[in-house]
């Protein structure tokens, strides 16, 4: 497991974004990551410009699209000719997490997809009939019907947060639709059956918002409290990341979505057993409960400054049977790792690519 150093200040003021394409490679080799890892073989993949964090605040013009069943927001950059990226956030966050790491993927030739989540943004549902579902398995199902409606057979699948346990169970259970991924702190498949053992009391408390969720009290706080609440973790999860209020405020207009409190309830509490799935999914669900191997190449990341429930990259590592690495990002990075350090991000995407 590699560790990786960030110098870059993380409380700088926010600079406008003036090309990425104008970095070059000979200031790249001056930035935080340096020279690129060595891959099979002689290959060696091409190392990402420097970037500091917050130098972008906004996509080009977002697009709709009818896939699955939803009608999904995206934002999308690059050529559209380029190897897809597809950049997977979680809660509660939405596509600005990748607002610095969409360019840099971009100015590296890739063609690089943001969508909101189901209940985020103007990601909706075409039927109201539809249950307003957050079991694992059927947000891994939305990008699978994203990825069909844009005509992507193979993409490279990086995220954090449910993110990151979308592009695992995406990878576990269609391989063939992965070239790699890139999953921030790594293997987070589960199932309502393995989360009934109870954990020691410290990983118990981390968890505190789940139980909250677990209760009609924490689901009418959480419907009445949604931007404060969603603040606090964003505090907790990333206690050394001084974003400011219109960083905060940029991400935060995405939880109006209708079915934003919906999704987010029936998640947490599908997770301990209190909610049930639909039974249309239980043969995913059985498969993942088994927790099975990934084959495709994989980059685990991980902050150093992670102030959310996760896993030590040890427990997880036998679960990666192909192509590895893992990588501990230090410099106070906490949750929100693409936002907080892109480059490092990037840079793990691009090697990733490399491995495959």
């Given at each position: 497991?590699?560790?990786?150093?960030?110098?870059?200040?993380?409380?700088?003021?926010?600079?406008?974004?003036?090309?990425?394409?104008?970095?070059?490679?000979?200031?790249?080799?001056?930035?935080v990551?340096?020279?690129?890892?060595?891959l099979?073989?002689?290959?060696?993949?091409?190392?990402?410009?420097?970037?500091?964090?917050?130098?972008?605040?906004?996509?080009?013009?977002?697009?709709?699209?009818?896939?699955g069943?939803?009608?999904?927001?995206?934002?999308?950059?690059?050529p559209?000719?380029?190897?897809?990226?597809?950049?997977?956030?979680?809660?509660?966050?939405?596509?600005?997490?990748?607002?610095?790491?969409?360019?840099?993927?971009?100015?590296?030739?890739?063609?690089?997809?943001?969508?909101?989540?189901?209940?985020?943004g103007?990601?909706?549902?075409?039927?109201?009939?539809?249950m307003?579902?957050?079991?694992?398995?059927?947000?891994?199902?939305?990008?699978?019907?994203?990825?069909?409606?844009?005509?992507?057979?193979?993409?490279?699948?990086?995220?954090?947060?449910?993110?990151?346990?979308?592009?695992?169970?995406?990878?576990?259970l269609?391989?063939e639709?992965?070239?790699?991924i890139?999953?921030?702190?790594?293997?987070?498949?589960?199932?309502?059956?393995?989360?009934?053992?109870?954990?020691?009391?410290?990983?118990?408390?981390?968890?505190?918002?789940?139980?909250?969720?677990?209760?009609?009290?924490g689901?009418?706080?959480?419907?009445?409290?949604?931007?404060?609440?969603?603040?606090?973790?964003?505090?907790?999860?990333?206690?050394?990341?001084?974003?400011?209020?219109?960083?905060?405020?940029?991400?935060?207009?995405?939880?109006?979505?209708?079915?934003?409190?919906?999704?987010?309830i029936?998640?947490?509490r599908?997770?301990?057993?209190?909610?049930?799935?639909?039974?249309?999914?239980?043969?995913?669900?059985?498969?993942?409960?088994?927790?099975p191997?990934?084959?495709?190449?994989?980059?685990?990341?991980?902050?150093?400054?992670?102030?959310?429930?996760?896993?030590?990259?040890?427990?997880?590592?036998?679960?990666?049977?192909?192509?590895?690495?893992?990588?501990?990002?230090?410099?106070?990075?906490?949750?929100?790792?693409?936002?907080?350090?892109?480059?490092?991000?990037?840079?793990?995407i691009?090697?990733?690519?490399?491995?495959?």
């Amino acid at each position: 497991m590699s560790s990786i150093a960030l110098d870059e200040p993380f409380d700088q003021p926010r600079r406008r974004f003036l090309g990425t394409a104008a970095m070059t490679l000979a200031a790249a080799q001056l930035g935080v990551i340096g020279a690129a890892n060595t891959l099979s073989g002689n290959a060696r993949a091409a190392t990402v410009p420097p970037v500091k964090p917050g130098t972008n605040s906004s996509f080009g013009p977002l697009k709709q699209i009818d896939a699955g069943l939803l009608n999904v927001c995206y934002a999308e950059a690059g050529p559209a000719d380029g190897p897809p990226v597809i950049l997977h956030h979680g809660w509660p966050y939405d596509i600005y997490s990748f607002v610095d790491v969409a360019p840099l993927l971009a100015s590296a030739g890739y063609r690089v997809i943001v969508p909101y989540v189901r209940g985020y943004g103007t990601t909706r549902f075409l039927s109201s009939e539809t249950m307003r579902n957050g079991q694992q398995s059927v947000v891994a199902l939305d990008t699978i019907a994203l990825m069909d409606a844009l005509r992507i057979h193979k993409a490279i699948l990086a995220g954090f947060d449910w993110g990151a346990r979308t592009v695992d169970i995406i990878a576990a259970l269609w391989p063939e639709r992965c070239k790699g991924i890139v999953p921030v702190s790594g293997y987070l498949i589960g199932s309502p059956a393995s989360n009934e053992a109870p954990l020691p009391p410290k990983a118990e408390f981390a968890w505190w918002y789940q139980f909250y969720f677990a209760t009609e009290r924490g689901k009418e706080g959480y419907s009445k409290n949604t931007q404060d609440f969603n603040k606090l973790i964003w505090q907790l999860a990333s206690p050394k990341w001084n974003f400011d209020d219109a960083t905060y405020d940029r991400s935060a207009a995405s939880f109006d979505n209708p079915d934003h409190v919906a999704i987010v309830i029936h998640n947490y509490r599908w997770r301990i057993g209190l909610a049930k799935g639909e039974s249309k999914y239980d043969h995913l669900e059985k498969r993942l409960a088994q927790g099975p191997d990934i084959t495709v190449p994989a980059i685990t990341m991980e902050g150093d400054s992670n102030g959310a429930a996760h896993p030590d990259p040890a427990a997880y590592r036998k679960k990666y049977t192909g192509k590895y690495a893992s990588r501990i990002i230090s410099g106070g990075i906490g949750h929100n790792l693409p936002q907080e350090a892109p480059q490092a991000f990037a840079q793990a995407i691009v090697d990733v690519d490399a491995f495959a």
